[in-house]
């Protein structure tokens, strides 16, 4: 019997059936009313459910766009712009910034860590910066940024469109556009809001509108906020085609978060994450992220000693389970697993359980049982 593959990378993240509906319905013209009244809910419900008083985007392809959609409608060549990188996907900034002609400034952190607040706006006070740009959850560490406290600081410099890359953390962390003083926020639909990849949403703050105006004609063309507005005002226009099912698809996840409750999706987050980890960590791995400032959509596990990365990772393929091997310094050294999204209790015990597996069969002296115990006993409290 062929192994049902369950996929816990850091995004994509499992496609819960009533999703896959959605995208499997018959396409129809993306000027038909039926679409066009579900596109104007959707963008209706993202702005109120990330209490955003400016606008949302959502736009075919993936999170890198949003961060190029980002830079593109804010800055302009020359422009200071400060860089905070918690990891590889932070430092996408920089090289996206250097080709658009603009000044960067890096402050980066060790992998695991963070960059302590009071750096950050000791930095702010050096020179005007148009926009400074953090990730909420970087993948490549699994550190989550205190962006709410970043946006209290952000605060004292009115000038500086604050952006933050939201594309593993948006849906399971909290984000709120207006109340964190967020100017820009973006993410995909591939991670906690457990759709296929293929939308980018953007949230825009009227101040980061208001910028957009400033800077006048854009290079940039498919990305322009100014292009995209009149749909986003009014789906029955047209500028480029819209994914029709792909916006179905997102629409449902959106009914299954409003059912679930946004606040009780992160509290699920939290307890899920807090049992994985305290699981991971009694079979032996290290977690990455220091404890302070851990994500609640991934866990990045450095091996004990003597674990074969390549070997350990096919083990857990074999048996369905899917995880990412680690990046840059950490490459054969450590694995990521995703634990966000529409995943149940199910998913997590056979998670844990296949990886116990997984390190009786590379050699490793462990009692079984022991992490899915650990697990069990933490997500019934």
């Known amino acids: 019997m062929k192994t049902r593959k369950l996929?816990?990378?850091?995004?994509?993240?499992?496609?819960?059936?009533?999703?896959?509906?959605?995208?499997?319905?018959?396409?129809?013209?993306?000027?038909?009313?039926?679409?066009?009244?579900?596109?104007?809910e959707l963008l209706e419900d993202l702005k109120d459910l990330f209490r955003c008083s400016g606008e949302v985007f959502v736009v075919a392809g993936s999170g890198t766009m949003g961060m190029e959609?980002?830079?593109?409608?804010?800055?302009?060549?020359?422009?200071?712009?400060?860089?905070?990188?918690?990891?590889?996907?932070?430092?996408?900034?920089?090289?996206?910034?250097?080709?658009?002609?603009?000044?960067?400034?890096?402050?980066?952190?060790?992998?695991?860590?963070?960059?302590?607040?009071?750096?950050?706006?000791?930095?702010l006070g050096e020179k005007k910066y148009a926009a400074m740009t953090v990730t909420h959850v970087d993948t490549s560490t699994g550190v989550c940024a205190p962006v709410a406290?970043?946006?209290?600081?952000?605060?004292?410099?009115?000038?500086?469109i604050y952006i933050v890359d939201g594309v593993c953390a948006t849906a399971a962390e909290p984000e709120?556009?207006?109340?964190?003083?967020?100017?820009?926020?973006?993410?995909?639909?591939?991670?906690?809001?457990g759709v296929a990849p293929g939308l980018t949403m953007l949230w825009a703050s009227q101040r980061a509108m208001e910028r957009r105006k400033e800077l006048g004609a854009i290079a940039e063309y498919f990305i322009d906020f100014e292009k995209w507005l009149p749909i986003m005002k009014d789906p029955s226009k047209y500028y480029a085609t819209p994914a029709v099912n792909m916006v179905w698809a997102l629409k449902?996840?959106?009914?299954?978060?409003?059912?679930?409750?946004?606040?009780?999706?992160?509290?699920?987050?939290?307890?899920?994450?807090a049992a994985m980890q305290a699981a991971l960590e009694t079979l032996g791995f290290k977690i990455l992220a220091n404890e302070s400032y851990?994500?609640?959509?991934?866990?990045?596990?450095?091996?004990?000693?003597?674990?074969?990365?390549?070997?350990?990772?096919?083990?857990?393929?074999?048996?369905?389970?899917?995880?990412?091997?680690?990046?840059?310094?950490?490459?054969?050294?450590?694995?990521r697993l995703g634990h966000m999204g529409n995943i149940d209790k199910h998913d997590l015990v056979s998670v844990i359980a296949t990886i116990e597996r997984a390190l009786y069969r590379v050699g490793m002296p462990l009692e079984l049982g022991k992490g899915v115990g650990v697990l069990q006993e933490m997500l019934l409290k």
């Open 7 to 40: 996929v816990m990378i850091p995004g994509p993240t499992p496609v819960v059936r009533s999703i896959q509906d959605q995208m499997g319905r018959e396409t129809v013209a993306f000027g038909d009313p039926e679409f066009v009244k579900d596109f104007k």
């Open 69 to 123: 959609m980002a830079i593109a409608n804010t800055t302009k060549k020359g422009d200071n712009v400060l860089v905070v990188s918690h990891g590889f996907f932070g430092d996408r900034f920089i090289e996206l910034g250097k080709r658009k002609g603009l000044n960067v400034d890096i402050l980066a952190s060790e992998w695991g860590e963070i960059i302590p607040v009071e750096k950050i706006k000791e930095k």
């Open 149 to 160: 406290e970043i946006g209290r600081v952000m605060r004292d410099f009115p000038d500086t």
């Open 176 to 193: 709120y556009v207006d109340d964190m003083g967020i100017d820009i926020l973006f993410t995909g639909t591939q991670k906690a809001f």
């Open 252 to 273: 449902e996840s959106i009914r299954i978060i409003k059912e679930e409750g946004l606040e009780d999706r992160y509290q699920r987050h939290r307890k899920d994450a």
């Open 294 to 335: 851990r994500a609640v959509t991934l866990s990045n596990l450095v091996y004990p000693e003597g674990i074969d990365d390549a070997k350990f990772r096919a083990l857990l393929a074999e048996e369905g389970i899917m995880v990412a091997g680690g990046l840059g310094a950490y490459a054969g050294r450590m694995f």
